[in-house]
């Protein structure tokens, strides 16, 4: 499968970022079609979560341009961006550990709710409906995620995999269309590694998502994905199916520094 021989749903093109005179991104151009789970590998300081951020909104490119759904991004609000479609886990934690697991995973949905702080603080009757139909949602996430026994727990005293799992809840309460996620498998051991890697594929077609996959753990990565973009020092080297990209040269290289076989 070449990833331009289906419709993109999201579009990466000659997207370049630098910060003073680091090039963070030089040049990258990629397509992540609807319905597939596409890796993004390479070493660190590849430029692997400054590309997410950059479809976050958070950092502006300067240069090319970046679609989703046929959309120009580079416009939109970052405060937009969930309730567009795109839902995203980070590579550090990024929870309220005072609030609980319920809490967490409401929060996420509140891309999809018309009211505000006043709505919500006097208790307007659609700000009442907004907060019973979030709290729904989150709560069939959890049941989803077998989450539901911690719901009311506060998020810090969990186990850091089960906290993962909470932001992953979190990201798809606002029911996105792409998922992008960076570095789950990281800080797990091998048997939730395993557990990871197998929810991932049941949401995928469960929930009819696409998936922008960064993982460092390679065979992780390369037991999911569909398709393989790799970068290195901000331009993409590779590109193509995990048995194609596994031993490419130049990625080889990157991570090696030499041309031998890269076993995964």
């Known amino acids: 499968m070449a990833a331009g021989a289906e419709q993109a749903l999201l579009r990466v093109q000659d ?10 991104l030089d040049g990258v151009s990629f397509d992540v079609p609807a319905g597939r789970i596409v890796g993004l590998i390479g070493p ?28 120009s991004l580079l416009g939109v609000p970052r405060h937009r961006i969930a309730a567009l479609g795109i839902g995203r886990t980070f590579q550090n934690l990024a929870l309220f550990r005072t609030m609980s697991v319920l809490e967490n995973v409401m929060v996420g949905r509140h891309s999809r709710s018309r ?8 208790r307007l009757p659609y700000a009442v409906r907004a907060d019973a139909e979030a ?10 995620l077998d989450l539901e026994r911690f719901a009311d727990s506060s998020v810090a005293a ?25 570095e789950p498998a990281s800080g797990l051991n091998h048997e939730e590694v395993g557990a ?52 490419h040269p130049e990625l080889v290289r990157a991570y090696l520094g030499t041309a031998a076989s890269f076993s995964t």
């Open 196 to 247: 990871i890697g197998a929810l991932i594929r049941s949401l995928r077609e469960r929930l009819e998502l696409t998936v922008l996959l960064v993982e460092h753990h390679m065979q992780l990565l390369m037991s999911l994905s569909d398709w393989v973009v790799a970068l290195n020092f901000g331009r993409r080297i590779a590109e193509g199916t995990p048995a194609e990209v596994r031993n």
């Open 135 to 144: 709290r729904g949602k989150a709560r069939e996430l959890l049941a989803l």
């Open 44 to 71: 660190n300081g590849a430029g692997k979560t400054t590309l997410f951020n950059c479809i976050s909104r958070l950092y502006p490119c300067e240069r090319g341009d970046i679609a989703f759904a046929g959309r």
């Open 15 to 24: 997207v370049a970022v630098r910060f003073g005179g680091i090039v963070a």
């Open 158 to 182: 969990l186990p850091f995999g089960t906290q993962k799992r909470v932001e992953l809840a979190r990201a798809l309460a606002a029911e996105p269309k792409l998922l992008l996620l960076d």
């Open 115 to 122: 009211g505000g702080f006043f709505s919500a603080a006097v």
